[in-house]
């Protein structure tokens, strides 16, 4: 965002009634939950390849584990 789209909505924001601000402030909240998800959601279809076998037994907790733990591994070292 820029700084004079920034200083519209702060100029907004300011005459607003409280109770207004409260409800940007939970409408801000919401829109930064839904992001998180959608982030999480993402994260979890990028190994789901990995938790889908076509043929052979189900992952056990522990394939499991150690498919998360590589994962979270390759992140970190990015």
Sequence with gaps: ???????NLLVK??????????EVEDFVEFLASKSRKS????RLL?????????AGPPMSEHEIA????????????R
């Design 1 to 7: 965002m820029n700084a004079s789209a920034e200083q």
């Design 13 to 22: 924001i300011r005459a607003l009634a409280p109770q207004q601000v409260a």
């Design 39 to 42: 982030a999480a959601l993402d």
């Design 46 to 54: 990028s190994i789901a390849p990995a938790l889908e076998r076509t």
């Design 66 to 77: 150690k498919e998360i733990a590589a994962v979270r591994l390759e992140r970190r070292n």
